[in-house]
């Protein structure tokens, strides 16, 4: 009788397993990079970008998000686009989303004393994965380039 549970019960334990449905992989949520153009720069770059620049000792520079016209000589028929635009002091920076997308063409301008700005300069070009971590990254590197972060 023993032989005959044993022999019952195998079975049943292996009908058991082979109902089971595979394991589902976890489905990743969508990367922030993904979301809407005005929903990422609003709820996650601008501040990320904010708290880089506390990290490094500014606490009053103000970020905009506004769709205007790129205020360079020259280019003032062209037609509107995002931008990103800092102030603190007397010092202002735009970064320019040319494609209201964070990876298409961008460009960046800095000015002092509220001056138009006169050199419209690419920005992230040769970069062919664009995240939020890299976007704050290369937007202190182009200002600590004009030497606004640090000095010499």
């Known amino acids: 009788m023993t032989e005959e549970n044993k022999a019952n019960s195998t079975p049943e334990k292996a009908n058991t397993a082979e109902k089971k449905p595979p394991a589902k992989k976890k489905e990743k949520p969508p990367a922030i990079e993904d979301k809407p153009f ?55 920076f735009a970064i320019y989303f040319i494609d209201e997308d964070i990876k298409g063409q961008k460009a960046f301008t800095c000015t002092i004393d509220s001056k138009q700005p006169s050199t419209l300069e690419s920005f992230m070009i040769d970069e062919r994965r664009v995240n939020l971590d890299l976007l704050v990254l290369y937007t202190l590197q182009r200002l600590n380039g004009q030497k606004w972060l640090t000095r010499n």
Do not use: Y
């Open 38 to 92: 005005t929903e990422f720069m609003e709820q996650h770059f601008t501040p990320s970008l904010k708290d880089a620049f506390a990290s490094k000792g500014i606490d009053e520079i103000e970020l905009a998000l506004k769709k205007e016209k790129i205020p360079v000589l020259g280019l003032e028929s062209n037609p509107d686009c995002w931008q990103l635009q800092g102030k603190w002091s007397n010092r202002t």
